[in-house]
């Protein structure tokens, strides 16, 4: 009979022992010096305050007969019960109980003796005599319990507490503390466990005075289940080069780098921050999560989606903090920068300090560069995601045994064929694919526009393509409305679903914003669509402007200023005739008018400024 590898049955078993243990640790009455140790002897052992055990608990969760014990079980019991003031010896049984259980632990007679016999066989020489056996039934004490009754008068108590705000939390948050303490064998008193419980009831009111931040800023990297179905699309759209998400290393569709891993695992033990940075399509994100799958447990690991400023990050920070003060247990914290996180350094500076705390940076090199964090500010270490062949090799190996390469008679044939260099993200798209992500791309493109000459799709459907290449290749989403209104397109919702469908763009999940499924496709795409004399870069930019989300403004005309210095002049003179109507973008213009200024500065000056480094000389860092 093949074996079941459901683990709902022990995934029970343990939230009932549990619930039983914060049962008779809350339900003491009179003496609440009393010590319980989870997982020590059995389930739960009771000791007096001075170390004299008292009671030791096995809790089950199923229907049981002698059969549901194993021997050890009884061989234990019986070394117990020879002890001199041997503790009182307690079955806690959430199920029903075999009348020949039930019986024999109830009375003495002829149901005893026969299960004694049974119990001498089963154990054989580790229990010496039938009356030894006896002796063990006779010393047993059998419970009955309701669950829900149980959870009733739990939940009584946590209502009546500082938890009552969230009881259900408490109750998760609660269970996973008694999981630490069992598995590090902790001794707990009800003292313990109430001042754990004002410390809950102090995270939840905490989080509920940020509930902006919990779940908008700060979300759970949660697991769930993938059915077969989705696996397949995962897959498929992992391979075509879209921008990775937890799900697809649920699916485990991801390539798996076990260097990379290890390295980031080994500057986590020593450091409480690791930033992983390298540039855009290396794979940061996806690495990310892998480790956070592998090495977090699900409901102690977060991402933090965006910090608007300053004033936001120490906002999220001190939701932060709260949590991590509360549970009291290690908890992963996930960024994943942008250009429009300009004060992420400032969030990892709160946080850095907690030592339950360990934060996962993922970051492209040139916001690392422009961050500018010194380590004696935050103390970190850094994984730098640079692509090399010796890497490459090792993941042409990992896909020959599960993709195997549609034209490569060998990783030197592929490598050749990638050229050399290049993004991580390109190389398997190369490999998996058999042909390269950007002639793949013009093929597209090439079909489209044939498809616009013979009047199959609107004109205006390859310029809404253009138009949000040229702005995910710089991190900016489209808005939908206008960018509708702007292109006069006739049936926008089929026009979207053919373009995710060709992957070639994605909507945001409230159906508000347009984007592309990777810079560096979109950046393919827009070079591409883009031509120095028909469609010149600088004027789709100019008219992307009044299109772009407002919060996108600011990395957009950052990556434009430093990357595309030719076409500076024409989008200087779109913004001064712009008037945006969120003060977010006039922010976001006044901060890259700013860089830019300092940028432009200096370059003019770069010869006074090395003049004056060469006479000052270094200048030391104070403390």
Not at 481 to 510: G, V
Request: some cysteine.
């Amino acid at each position: 009979m093949p074996q079941s590898n459901d683990a709902t049955p022990a995934y029970r078993g343990y939230r009932l022992q549990t619930l039983y243990s914060l049962f008779r640790i809350l339900d003491q009455e009179g003496n609440n010096y009393l010590v319980f140790q989870p997982e020590v002897l059995e389930d739960l052992s009771i000791q007096d305050e001075k170390g004299n055990l008292l009671e030791v608990v096995q809790v089950k969760s199923g229907d049981l007969t002698l059969s549901s014990f194993k021997k050890s079980f009884f061989i234990r019991i019986g070394s117990l019960i020879k002890s001199q003031n041997a503790p009182q010896i307690i079955i806690a049984s959430f199920g029903k109980v075999g009348p020949e259980l039930l019986k024999a632990i109830e009375k003495d007679g002829p149901e005893r003796e026969h299960a004694a016999n049974k119990l001498k066989d089963k154990c054989g020489d580790s229990i010496h005599s039938y009356e030894e056996a006896k002796a063990i039934f006779e010393n047993l004490k059998l419970f009955f319990l309701d669950e829900q009754e149980l959870t009733e008068k739990v939940y009584s108590h946590l209502r009546n507490s500082l938890t009552g705000i969230d009881p259900d939390s408490a109750f998760d948050l609660l269970s996973f503390w008694l999981y630490i303490c069992s598995e590090k064998k902790c001794a707990i008193t009800k003292s313990d466990i109430i001042k754990k419980i004002e410390n809950i009831g102090k995270f939840l009111a905490a989080r509920a005075a940020h509930h902006e931040e919990w779940f908008r800023s700060i979300k759970p990297i949660d697991d769930q289940q993938i059915n077969p179905e989705e696996t397949g699309k995962l897959n498929k759209e992992f391979y075509q080069g879209v921008s990775a998400r937890y799900d697809h290393i649920l699916a485990n569709i991801d390539i798996f780098r076990p260097k990379k891993i290890q390295e980031i695992k080994n500057k986590l033990k020593g450091n409480r921050v690791v930033i992983i940075h390298g540039a855009s399509g290396q794979g940061k994100t996806t690495l990310a999560y892998r480790y956070l799958h592998d090495y977090f447990p699900n409901m102690w690991r977060f991402k933090v989606e965006l910090i608007e400023n300053r004033r936001h990050a120490l906002n999220i920070a001190r939701a932060i903090l709260g949590h991590a003060d509360a549970i009291d247990m290690p908890i992963a914290i996930y960024l994943d920068v942008s250009a429009k996180d300009p004060d992420w350094p400032v969030l990892i500076k709160q946080l850095a300090s907690h030592q339950n705390i360990r934060i996962l940076v993922t970051v492209r090199e040139e916001d690392y560069n422009r961050a500018s964090i010194h380590d004696f500010e935050i103390q970190f270490k850094d994984v730098d995601l640079t692509f090399y062949k010796s890497e490459a090799q090792e993941i042409y190996q990992s896909l020959e045994k599960t993709k195997m390469p549609s034209q490569f008679l060998s990783f030197e044939e592929a490598w050749e064929g990638f050229g050399g260099e290049g993004p991580l993200m390109e190389f398997i798209h190369l490999v998996t694919q058999g042909e390269s992500l950007r002639k793949r791309l013009k093929e597209q493109v090439v079909r489209l526009e044939d498809e616009a000459r013979h009047k199959k799709i609107e004109p205006g459907e390859i310029e809404l393509l253009r138009l949000v290449s040229v702005a995910s290749a710089f991190d900016a989403q489209l808005k939908i409305k206008p960018l509708i209104d702007y292109l006069k397109l006739t049936a926008p919702r089929r026009t979207f679903e053919l373009f995710e469908k060709e992957y070639l763009l994605r909507l945001s999940a409230d159906g508000s914003l347009v984007r592309g499924l990777h810079p560096i496709r979109s950046e393919i795409l827009a070079d591409l669509l883009t031509d120095p004399a028909i469609s010149p870069w600088s004027e789709c930019a100019i008219k992307s402007l009044s299109l772009i989300h407002e919060l996108d403004i600011e990395s957009f005309l950052l990556h434009a200023f430093s990357r595309r210095r030719k076409d500076t002049e024409s989008l200087l003179a779109a913004l001064n005739s712009w008037q945006p109507d969120r003060w977010t973008a006039i922010g976001g213009i006044t901060r890259a008018l700013i860089w830019l200024g300092i940028l432009e500065y200096a370059e003019e000056n770069r010869e006074l400024i090395r003049d004056t480094f060469d006479d000052a000389g270094t200048v030391s860092t104070p403390g």
